[in-house]
């Protein structure tokens, strides 16, 4: 029978092959830079072959995200792939696609450190991203339509699965932590499905699908994936049934909710967390539950994704030491959705595992990328990192608050090299109405007092907030410019209103007269237009953010280190000629 539209747990279950176990692939699809691995899959992977399942589940992983770049800068180097990037014809981009992966693969290490050779390939590097991510999300959507696409798009994709297909899974789970990533996604399961012709995965049939990641768990309204959603395309739009591709969605965190399946598939029962259903015409949604023990999950498992294969000449793993957000009052946020409520692993236990990492895998550098580290809790991560002897170096992100320069110091010691500062604005004013719990006078003393202490500050900044006034971006402006000297990366955006945010549910409360939905929106966008009584319009903020560009492009080290912030760490994590520190290298 196959997947329909109204899923109820006892219909269509896969069967595994005689004689082998279930096996499950994990998938990270396209399209987003691949300079680390993914942290979701490595830890959904751990968690299945800790919970007793044994024999009876294989696991695997696979980065088709990284497998998409490295088959694309394949297919451009011997011309079966052909693109041009702005202003360069299309032998130039090859060329210099080539030399930008090379770059970023460490193919010459020393050269990397080269600020204006790195800013060079860097821009090559996004725009190829850019583009090369607009073509196939295109041909992704076309295939979902059923549209021609070239024959040659059709055996990209094709190949870009031929691992999984290979691998034979019951079930494909797909992890997706950017909406970006959704299109390709659905297309990839559309193929993994067989039903553009007559192949079949195994004879046990096609495999079942299973959606899953952070997009969907802020989205208020999941469930509408289940459904026809609107497939915009080429100026157009068509429909698809996704319900009919999707057979499981689940929401919330994954370990139990997979787990859950997994057992499900082997012996049916209904009960899978956060699972996303059908019933009766209406769509359910079970109860999220997640692990509350975080000192009880296991090591994240990066076997099937060696961190060496990365986009970065030194490897960069991601680590999740606490889950949720414990400050959860900014305005304009949803992030907060994403986890249930705040937990922490101990900072022994964080800085074991760091260890723990550093040993399997020969990797010395971590993205921490918890929501915010709290002074407190940097302070004690630093002293076991300290009393452990352990020689790593890592980022994490910060709410600028309560950080005295005694534990950025010691913070520095234990090998932290570049924090992430949710700064937003510099506007006293606006900070409070965003709820921000913080003040530009100690905002600018806390970078000072990080850069001093060897810590690199990258900041997050939007512009726009509504009732946001002229004189109000102004000073953000000036604020960046008179703390240049602490400021190595920038992040800059536009305020984008987001369904479920405080600013949504209270919308006069922030000057917003009206709330307009978008004609035109990606299925799982959250983002909507608004009008505003107080401050600049939108259409002044969007002038005015084009008009700021030039200045905010001169903020920081580095144009690009706002997004490639693997990058970013290895620049902070490398001692400055002769500087005589009392914290030693780390092996690279
Ligand atoms: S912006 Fe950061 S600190 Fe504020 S609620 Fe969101 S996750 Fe928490």
Known sequence: MPAGPHYSPNDSKPKPVAGRPLRIALVFPPAVLPTSPPLGIASLKAWLQSVGLDASVEVRNFDLNLAYFEQAARWLDDRRLQMSLRKIDIETTARKVKAAVDFFCGKEAEAFFDLSLYDEHASIYTGFGSVLN???????????LDLPVPALAGGFFEDLLGPVKAFEPDLTGFSILFSQQLFFALALAKLCKGWNGPRKVSDQGPPKIAFGGATFSVMPDPGRLLASIPVPVGGGQGKVDAGRLIDYLIVGEGEKGLEALAKSLLCPNDGVPGLVHRKDGKIMTNPAQGVSDLDALPLPDFSDMPPGRYHSPTPVLPYLSSRGCPWRRCAFCTHQKTYLHYREEHAA??????????????????????EMLRPRRLDKIAEELIR???????????????????????????GLRVLMWGVESASRRVLDLMGKGTNPQEVETILHSAESAGIWNLLFVIFGFPTETKAEWLSTL?????CRESIHALSRSRFILLEGSKVFLNPRRYGISRIIDRPQRDPVSIAYDYEVTEGLTVEEASVMFK??????????????????????????????????????????
Do not use: M, W
């Open 388 to 414: 452990r002897n352990t020689r790593v170096r890592f980022s994490a992100y910060a709410r600028p608050s309560g950080f005295s320069p005694r534990v950025l110091e010691k913070a520095h010691r234990a």
């Open 349 to 370: 236990a964080t800085a074991a595992r760091l260890s723990l990492l550093q040993e399997s895998y020969g990797v010395s550098h971590f993205c921490l990328v918890d």
């Open 547 to 588: 008009e700021s560009l030039a200045r905010l492009s001169a903020v920081g080290r580095s144009p690009r280190f706002g997004q490639l912030r693997e990058h970013l760490l290895l620049y902070a994590s490398r001692p400055s000629p002769g500087a005589i520190s009392s914290n030693p290298p780390v092996s690279e």
């Open 478 to 482: 000036d604020f960046l410019d008179s």
């Open 134 to 144: 607009g073509l196939f999300d295109n041909f992704a959507r076309k295939i979902l």
